[in-house]
């Protein structure tokens, strides 16, 4: 496998309209928010197979060494409903033990297991839920994330209120 130095940003396509967003905070020079994106490589088009594109979003996550998941209610359904792409990818993160942080749509600073796809629920899998917003989860991808393999935690947490007032 490749070094790992991507994030991979994962999301219902519904929601493509944050990851735009999550881009727009990237390229503005006014905002301190930066990220190495996976979806550059290995490009899928609408056209190609479902075979084509799972090959090609493994390798994307074979370069990540991070997750950031959009928390949204869409998210959490294609997540959990074992069929979609998302599905897949919430799989492969899992297999690949990646961390990720679950930014919350909606602002909520807290866990909102609504957000969360049943499969990372079921594993219990050790995850950090943020609001979504720049700030905290450049924070959480440069702590949370640097300290994921070597913690012993196992299911969802999230930052207490005094960590987004530092910020």
Known sequence: MSYRNKTYVAFASENINLYRLMEAWRDNKNIDFNFYDAHDLYISRDTSLPATIKRNLRQRMGNAKQIVLIGTPEAKRKGGDGRSFLAYEIAVMQEFNLPIVIANHDGDKAVDRNFIPKPLLDANYYTLSVAF??????????????????????????YKQSVYDRL
């Open 133 to 158: 917003s720049p700030a905290i989860i450049r924070y959480a991808l440069d702590d949370y994330a640097v300290n994921f393999a070597s913690s012993d935690n196992s299911g969802p947490h999230y």
